[in-house]
């Protein structure tokens, strides 16, 4: 049976989802190489990384790196949990990547989520996977506005 936290959770992160893949399937794919200026990231990065954020949270919170790993390692890595990752079809990676994450957190028990940690080189401390993916829902949010 699913707990009310999860229930809260899955909620909660289904609206970002929607909202996202709205967001993905607006971008013009001839508008990809786009920079607003030199210091920021192409529309093409920038949809990537929203697009596999939550797999890539998934791959840190299974993974012991101690720093961030090199990007042939980490598109390796999620590849090998939700397919091909290379396309420019971003709202397909992104919903592989939810399904991922949402897959990843159902696993959990509710004392998992809260009381259960892990450490990636992103944070200062062990964290709780509650904290974890509310962190990268923050995250995902920020980016997509």
């Known amino acids: 049976m699913e707990s009310t936290l999860k229930k809260s959770?899955?909620?909660?992160?289904?609206?970002?989802q929607r909202g996202t893949?709205?967001?993905?399937?607006?971008?013009?794919q001839d508008k990809l190489e786009y920079k607003p200026n030199n210091n920021m990231r192409s529309l093409k990065d920038l949809s990537f990384?929203?697009?596999?954020?939550?797999?890539?949270?998934?791959?840190?919170?299974?993974?012991n790196f101690t720093e961030f790993p090199p990007m042939d390692v980490l598109l390796q890595a999620m590849s090998d949990r939700i397919g091909e990752v290379e396309s420019k079809n971003?709202?397909?990676?992104?919903?592989?990547?939810?399904?991922?994450f949402i897959e990843f957190i159902d696993k959990k028990s509710e004392d998992d989520l809260i009381n259960s940690t892990?450490?990636?080189?992103?944070?200062r401390q062990p964290a709780t996977y509650l904290e974890g993916s509310l962190s990268?829902?923050?995250h995902l949010i920020q980016h997509r506005g």
């Open 90 to 100: 971003f709202a397909d990676i992104f919903v592989r990547s939810s399904n991922h």
């Open 136 to 138: 990268m829902i923050t």
């Open 49 to 63: 990384h929203i697009a596999t954020l939550p797999v890539g949270s998934v791959v840190l919170a299974e993974s």
């Open 21 to 28: 893949e709205f967001v993905l399937k607006a971008i013009p």
């Open 118 to 123: 892990y450490k990636s080189f992103l944070m």
């Open 9 to 16: 959770l899955f909620k909660s992160y289904k609206n970002v």
